[in-house]
């Protein structure tokens, strides 16, 4: 599977950005696809992910209400809709895909994601 992800830039706060994620190669019949950023000088941290299968969204209280994820089961891509953005939000963010192979999962664990994209820069000016 490969995750190419795209739609960073340099915005200033207040601003928006899309991130998109599409996905290539083995389809898998249940699985999440997640958001998760990296901001400078910290840990990678959940930020959304999205159930494939049924549209479930689930979201990092921090960006509750200001980012949206959705997805394009024709295109196989997920998006990223950033509005309201913070310095704060400045990080990589990259996308992953979570295969569903057992009863008990955590989808904002990253250690439980299968496959990464490259990441993307965002950097939000204040």
């Known amino acids: 599977v490969q995750l190419q992800a795209s739609g960073g830039g340099l915005v200033q706060a207040g601003g928006s950005l899309r991130l998109s994620c599409a996905a290539s190669?083995?389809?898998?019949?249940?699985?999440?696809m997640g958001w998760f950023r990296r901001p400078p000088g910290k840990e990678r941290e959940f930020a959304a992910a999205?159930?494939?299968?049924?549209?479930?969204?689930y979201y990092a209280d921090s960006v509750k209400g200001r980012f949206t994820i959705s997805r394009d089961n024709a295109k196989n891509t997920v998006y990223l809709q950033m509005n309201s953005l913070k310095p704060e939000d400045t990080a990589v963010y990259y996308c992953a895909l979570k295969r569903v192979s057992q009863i008990y999962y955590n989808i904002r664990n990253p250690g439980e994601y299968d496959y990464w994209g490259q990441g993307t820069l965002v950097t939000v000016s204040s």
């Open positions: 999205i159930s494939w299968s049924n549209g479930n969204t």
């Open positions: 190669g083995r389809t898998f019949i249940s699985y999440y």
